[in-house]
């Protein structure tokens, strides 16, 4: 049986990963800061390691053993540093590893910095010589969506800094279930499964769909990707974070994460779920207070990940 150490465990995706490996039957180690907030957010016949990606031993025992490593870890300054240790301690024991990469427009040596890492990353394993896959999630539903209901729940305004672009989010749940399919399946190997929801939705698109499961009028000013970083910043995020939300949003508001693919449905089986889908399930989060959303909330505007 496989034994899969996944990495950045508890954030917005890593849950569903775990969850949708587990639903197959696989062993599941995951590695973690906070065994706490494991014991919260993820099954309980997960193995919960506590770690930091920061501590080679740690790491080195955490992948004692396995088969396969989720290669997903927090955007940052130093993602592509932390990534291609990982990728080093992987070779060291000859693991399979399975890349959790970004939006696929920005993965290119010029694209906005987080971007540029996960190329550099992507580089670095294809050149490591292990066997390897590689998904590519549009940004998630769980962070775009969360984020749209916050600002509609506090104040009846939803802030549009992508102008009339849309872009092709994709539910946390669709990215785990292909992402376990890759893991599972060596016929993956090599492969890089781009993967996005069935539309690309504008802003104001999404803002008719919740005035419809709400029955409530809803504003939407308009803002500039460069407006959003400073606000951000001026709520308290780090400038690289800010700089990073700035620089996706203007690279979204190009259009270029419109796209469109059937790689989930052809990973899963399913066809993804939709914004509508997100919208409908998750009603109450646009009129109640929203309780702490281990894998279904986030703050910012990209798919970043957390540990």
């Not at 066997?131 to 969506?145: C, G």
């Not at 259009?255 to 509508?276: F, I, M, N």
């Amino acid at each position: 049986m496989k034994t899969v150490l996944v990495t950045g465990a508890t954030g917005r995706l890593g849950p569903h990963i775990v969850g949708a490996l587990l639903a197959k039957d696989v062993r599941v180690r995951a590695l973690t800061r906070d065994p706490g907030r494991a014991a919260v957010v993820l099954p309980g016949q997960a193995d919960v390691v506590a770690g930091d990606l920061a501590d080679p031993q740690a790491l080195r025992a955490a992948l004692t053993g396995i088969s396969d490593l989720v290669l997903l870890t927090p955007h940052g300054p130093d993602m592509y540093d932390v990534q291609a240790r990982l990728i080093d301690l992987a070779a060291d024991v000859d693991v399979r590893v399975v890349k959790v990469s970004g939006t696929s427009s920005g993965i290119r040596p010029d694209g906005p910095d987080a971007c540029r890492q996960h190329w550099l990353a992507e580089e670095y394993l294809r050149a490591s010589g292990l066997p390897f896959a590689i998904v590519r999630p549009n940004a998630f539903m769980q962070t775009l969506l969360a984020g749209v209901a916050a600002s509609v729940r506090q104040r009846g305004v939803v802030v549009n800094p992508l102008g009339s672009a849309g872009i092709s989010i994709v539910d946390c749940a669709d990215v785990g279930a292909a992402t376990a399919e890759v893991i599972c399946d060596r016929r993956h190997d090599g492969s890089t499964a781009v993967l996005t929801g069935p539309a690309a939705p504008t802003y104001r698109e999404i803002v008719e769909e919740v005035e419809t499961v709400t029955g409530r009028a809803v504003s939407v000013v308009d803002v500039t990707p460069q407006q959003a970083g400073e606000g951000a910043r001026a709520n308290g995020m780090s400038d690289w974070e800010a700089g990073h939300l700035a620089e996706m949003l203007a690279m979204f508001s190009t259009g270029a994460s419109e796209y469109v693919t059937t790689d989930v449905q052809a990973l899963t089986g399913r066809p993804p779920a939709s914004a509508r889908d997100w919208i409908r399930r998750h009603a109450d989060l646009f009129t109640q207070p929203a309780p702490a959303l281990a894998a279904t909330g986030a703050t910012s505007a990209t798919s970043e990940e957390g540990s």
